[in-house]
């Protein structure tokens, strides 16, 4: 059915190198999102899935059969593209029709599935029109229907809402992910957009520059990014990256200096740092709380008000580094106003300056149980 | 909408509201002043088709197709010209028996026994408006006008629909599929652009002479089928159909012969269009290459049987302009139920 395994895929448009070495398991019915900046491979990766780009090396694997030879059509895959690619010569029907038809299915069959995808879809009065009379919402749906219609083991979709208005982006994700509840299909969804990737994924794909940077659930990717570059990417606003040093280990375990006198308890594992190590710590804009004493002084610049929070933009007052801070409901600091604020217990990110990466945490091998079970 | 344009208002604009700019005076002398240089050929060719023989050559030149009356005298045995004379003061309408120098022998239909004889120069025809409709009647029941005509329908229809479909398969393997070569290959077909029909002539007929074609149709048709300006249009057009239409039909498991059938061609109809008012033009009026290929009467083209009214020593004009009116009939058809492909350009993909 539905799995997807990929083993050391690589990719090279001649001598540019665009995938390296991705290896990934999709189980069946997983609702997948590769997310990343533009020109991260992602967008490739997802052709190579489809059959449409052809493998430098590696394997693919859909449902177990080795699918790496097979065109598109044989990998039984379906696929929404970014701009639709509706035939403009077809009406809706026609469109939905158009691969059955080559399928050499059975008439009373493509009517039958045509019916019900249109029923699934609310597209059933434009079944007659040409996609050029439709609006920008409709034709992604008839784009859907025409993915479904093919009844296919696994969804490809392409950036398909960023065409779409804010409104209706926000609609159509919850459509879509209403489909995939419905239809329990295996999807896969390239965005960069990650406000899409958490709020619609069962399992998030972070790709930078051909590379695999972490997979994991929404959640997970979020509390515990593997590396800075995912720290950043996920969440908005961005985390704020202040640099700190290692305070000393005690028996409580690690505590971090984040200057001006602020040592605060961390959960990283005690053995994998030192005294004096010098370190970038990580806390998100939400995970600030205003402290009334042991916090870090802070200035006010201006602030954002969105009626149910509020940020707050700003700088540490001694080093300068920019920090937004994150507040719920109304508040309104004049410029200039000296706060002290503190992250928020566990909420606290150690980040090696040179290799990027997350140091490990003390319960990393629980939390991280504890997040799967979920 | 075009329904709702008064014409009056349409054509009354002016550049500025309501006071006409010398731009306004130079437009309409130019429009009616092509109008005119477009329009007169054409127009004097189809009234000329309809004059009789001697009045096509008459000098100075009529526009209206007329012919001199003639009468039945008795006492003579071919009928005679009806002229109008003046004598004494009076004027009455006479035959002309013969014509002396500057003195006309006139007779009067009513009373033939008594001759007179006047200054040829005092007098002139009696005419009326006639249609002279043996220049068309004569060449469909004297020469194979018909068998010409089957000829040139059939070279135009196929070697039109062989021209489009032939040159959109170069066109779309040239422009959807990446191959090593395929620009040198595009440059090379461009680049016959440049050779004259003359220069391959010889070399042609060679090959006809070779496969065996001459005296054929086929002969005629097939070496006119590949044409790099088709070739170039089609191909030029296919690069804006988007690639994401392909490849969404390749996942939709359609064979690349149905991509190109189902997807391609329809969305190319305005070029094709364009290729077809083209081909059909070109295979209508093509005269040097059928010339060369076809020998026998019942092979010929319309336009090389019209040829045959143009003998050695004398010219039939009057047959020639009647033939040529109704060669351009067809052309003018094809043209008007085109025409709105040409304008069209292009659709909207439904692409964002």
């Given at each position: 059915?539905?799995?997807?395994?990929?083993?050391?895929?690589?990719?090279?448009?001649?001598?540019?190198?665009?995938?390296?070495?991705?290896?990934?398991?999709?189980?069946?019915?997983?609702?997948?999102?590769?997310?990343?900046?533009?020109?991260?491979?992602?967008?490739?990766?997802?052709?190579?899935?489809?059959?449409?780009?052809?493998?430098?090396?590696?394997?693919?694997?859909?449902?177990?059969?080795?699918?790496?030879?097979?065109?598109?059509?044989?990998?039984?895959?379906?696929?929404?593209?970014?701009?639709?690619?509706?035939?403009?010569?077809?009406?809706?029907?026609?469109?939905?029709?158009?691969?059955?038809?080559?399928?050499?299915?059975?008439?009373?069959?493509?009517?039958?599935?045509?019916?019900?995808?249109?029923?699934?879809?609310?597209?059933?009065?434009?079944?007659?029109?040409?996609?050029?009379?439709?609006?920008?919402?409709?034709?992604?749906?008839?784009?859907?229907?025409?993915?479904?219609?093919?009844?296919?083991?696994?969804?490809?979709?392409?950036?398909?809402?960023?065409?779409?208005?804010?409104?209706?982006?926000?609609?159509?994700?919850?459509?879509?992910?209403?489909?995939?509840?419905?239809?329990?299909?295996?999807?896969?969804?390239?965005?960069?957009?990650?406000?899409?990737?958490?709020?619609?994924?069962?399992?998030?794909?972070?790709?930078?520059?051909?590379?695999?940077?972490?997979?994991?659930?929404?959640?997970?990717?979020?509390?515990?990014?593997?590396?800075?570059?995912?720290?950043?990417?996920?969440?908005?606003?961005?985390?704020?990256?202040?640099?700190?040093?290692?305070?000393?280990?005690?028996?409580?375990?690690?505590?971090?200096?984040?200057?001006?006198?602020?040592?605060?308890?961390?959960?990283?594992?005690?053995?994998?740092?030192?005294?004096?190590?010098?370190?970038?710590?990580?806390?998100?804009?939400?995970?600030?709380?205003?402290?009334?004493?042991?916090?870090?002084?802070?200035?006010?610049?201006?602030?954002?008000?969105?009626?149910?929070?509020?940020?707050?933009?700003?700088?540490?007052?001694?080093?300068?580094?920019?920090?937004?801070?994150?507040?719920?409901?109304?508040?309104?600091?004049?410029?200039?106003?000296?706060?002290?604020?503190?992250?928020?217990?566990?909420?606290?990110?150690?980040?090696?300056?040179?290799?990027?990466?997350?140091?490990?945490?003390?319960?990393?091998?629980?939390?991280?149980?504890?997040?799967?079970?979920? | 909408?075009?329904?709702?344009?008064?014409?009056?208002?349409?054509?009354?604009?002016?550049?500025?509201?309501?006071?006409?700019?010398?731009?306004?005076?130079?437009?309409?002398?130019?429009?009616?002043?092509?109008?005119?240089?477009?329009?007169?050929?054409?127009?004097?060719?189809?009234?000329?088709?309809?004059?009789?023989?001697?009045?096509?050559?008459?000098?100075?030149?009529?526009?209206?197709?007329?012919?001199?009356?003639?009468?039945?005298?008795?006492?003579?045995?071919?009928?005679?010209?009806?002229?109008?004379?003046?004598?004494?003061?009076?004027?009455?309408?006479?035959?002309?028996?013969?014509?002396?120098?500057?003195?006309?022998?006139?007779?009067?239909?009513?009373?033939?026994?008594?001759?007179?004889?006047?200054?040829?120069?005092?007098?002139?025809?009696?005419?009326?408006?006639?249609?002279?409709?043996?220049?068309?009647?004569?060449?469909?029941?004297?020469?194979?006008?018909?068998?010409?005509?089957?000829?040139?329908?059939?070279?135009?229809?196929?070697?039109t629909?062989?021209t489009?479909?032939?040159?959109?398969?170069?066109?779309?393997?040239?422009?959807?599929?990446?191959?090593?070569?395929?620009?040198?290959?595009?440059?090379?077909?461009?680049?016959?652009?440049?050779?004259?029909?003359?220069?391959?002539?010889?070399?042609?007929?060679?090959?006809?002479?070779?496969?065996?074609?001459?005296?054929?149709?086929?002969?005629?048709?097939?070496?006119?089928?590949?044409s790099?300006t088709g070739?170039?249009l089609?191909?030029?057009?296919?690069?804006?159909?988007?690639?994401?239409?392909?490849?969404?039909?390749?996942?939709?498991?359609?064979?690349?012969?149905?991509?190109?059938?189902?997807?391609?061609?329809?969305?190319?109809?305005?070029?094709?269009a364009v290729l077809a008012i083209f081909s059909v033009l070109w295979r209508?009026?093509?005269?040097?290459?059928?010339?060369?290929?076809?020998?026998?009467?019942?092979?010929?083209?319309?336009?090389?049987?019209?040829?045959?009214?143009?003998?050695?020593?004398?010219?039939?004009?009057?047959?020639?302009?009647?033939?040529?009116?109704?060669?351009?009939?067809?052309?003018?058809?094809?043209?008007?139920?085109l025409?709105?492909?040409?304008?069209?350009?292009?659709?909207?993909?439904?692409?964002?």
């Amino acid at each position: 059915m539905g799995e997807l395994k990929l083993s050391s895929l690589n990719k090279a448009f001649g001598a540019v190198h665009v995938l390296h070495d991705i290896d990934l398991s999709v189980k069946d019915g997983e609702f997948v999102v590769f997310v990343g900046p533009s020109g991260c491979g992602k967008s490739t990766l997802l052709r190579i899935i489809a059959g449409l780009e052809d493998v430098t090396s590696g394997r693919i694997e859909i449902g177990g059969r080795d699918v790496g030879q097979l065109s598109p059509a044989e990998r039984k895959i379906a696929m929404v593209f970014q701009s639709y690619a509706l035939y403009p010569h077809m009406s809706v029907r026609k469109n939905l029709a158009f691969g059955l038809e080559n399928l050499k299915f059975k008439r009373s069959e493509i009517d039958a599935r045509i019916a019900e995808a249109a029923r699934m879809l609310a597209i059933e009065p434009y079944l007659d029109r040409k996609p050029r009379q439709l609006s920008g919402g409709q034709r992604q749906r008839v784009a859907i229907g025409r993915a479904i219609v093919r009844e296919p083991d696994i969804f490809l979709f392409d950036e398909p809402l960023s065409n779409l208005d804010a409104a209706l982006r926000v609609q159509t994700r919850a459509e879509i992910t209403r489909l995939h509840q419905q239809i329990k299909t295996t999807m896969i969804y390239v965005t960069h957009d990650q406000v899409e990737a958490m709020t619609m994924a069962d399992k998030i794909v972070i790709l930078r520059a051909g590379r695999v940077e972490q997979v994991g659930s929404p959640l997970e990717l979020f509390d515990y990014p593997r590396n800075l570059f995912v720290a950043g990417f996920l969440g908005s606003p961005r985390m704020n990256i202040v640099r700190a040093s290692i305070a000393g280990i005690g028996p409580e375990g690690a505590s971090i200096d984040l200057g001006h006198g602020a040592v605060l308890p961390c959960d990283v594992d005690p053995a994998a740092v030192r005294p004096g190590q010098r370190v970038l710590a990580g806390i998100r804009p939400a995970h600030f709380q205003r402290v009334e004493e042991g916090g870090v002084p802070f200035v006010v610049q201006y602030y954002e008000s969105l009626g149910t929070e509020t940020y707050v933009y700003g700088a540490l007052a001694e080093t300068q580094e920019p920090i937004i801070v994150h507040e719920t409901g109304h508040f309104a600091p004049p410029s200039g106003t000296r706060l002290a604020i503190a992250p928020m217990p566990g909420r606290l990110h150690v980040f090696d300056p040179d290799s990027e990466l997350a140091i490990a945490r003390r319960d990393a091998g629980q939390r991280r149980g504890a997040v799967h079970g979920n | 909408m075009a329904g709702t344009i008064n014409p009056v208002a349409f054509l009354g604009r002016t550049r500025r509201r309501g006071r006409i700019d010398i731009t306004d005076i130079l437009s309409w002398l130019w429009l009616i002043g092509g109008t005119i240089a477009v329009l007169v050929p054409v127009v004097w060719a189809g009234l000329s088709s309809m004059k009789p023989e001697a009045e096509i050559t008459r000098f100075p030149p009529s526009l209206l197709p007329r012919t001199t009356q003639q009468v039945v005298v008795p006492g003579y045995d071919r009928p005679l010209g009806l002229w109008t004379v003046t004598i004494d003061g009076e004027s009455r309408e006479m035959a002309m028996v013969r014509r002396i120098g500057i003195k006309a022998q006139m007779v009067d239909p009513e009373n033939p026994a008594a001759p007179v004889s006047v200054d040829a120069r005092t007098i002139s025809p009696v005419q009326k408006l006639t249609i002279a409709t043996e220049n068309y009647s004569d060449p469909l029941e004297r020469f194979n006008f018909l068998t010409y005509l089957k000829n040139s329908v059939f070279v135009t229809v196929v070697a039109t629909i062989l021209t489009l479909i032939v040159n959109a398969m170069a066109a779309f393997a040239l422009s959807k599929y990446r191959f090593r070569g395929d620009k040198a290959v595009f440059v090379l077909i461009i680049s016959t652009l440049m050779i004259p029909l003359t220069v391959v002539m010889v070399p042609a007929y060679m090959v006809i002479v070779g496969v065996g074609l001459v005296d054929n149709l086929w002969g005629v048709i097939i070496p006119t089928v590949a044409s790099p300006t088709g070739v170039f249009l089609l191909r030029q057009y296919m690069l804006t159909i988007p690639d994401e239409l392909i490849e969404a039909a390749r996942v939709d498991a359609a064979s690349e012969f149905r991509i190109f059938w189902r997807i391609v061609l329809p969305l190319t109809a305005p070029a094709l269009a364009v290729l077809a008012i083209f081909s059909v033009l070109w295979r209508w009026n093509d005269f040097l290459w059928p010339l060369i290929v076809l020998s026998s009467r019942e092979n010929f083209t319309l336009q090389i049987g019209l040829n045959a009214f143009q003998g050695e020593f004398s010219v039939q004009w009057h047959y020639i302009l009647a033939m040529t009116f109704l060669s351009l009939l067809p052309v003018t058809v094809v043209f008007l139920f085109l025409q709105k492909y040409i304008t069209t350009g292009i659709a909207g993909t439904g692409m964002k």
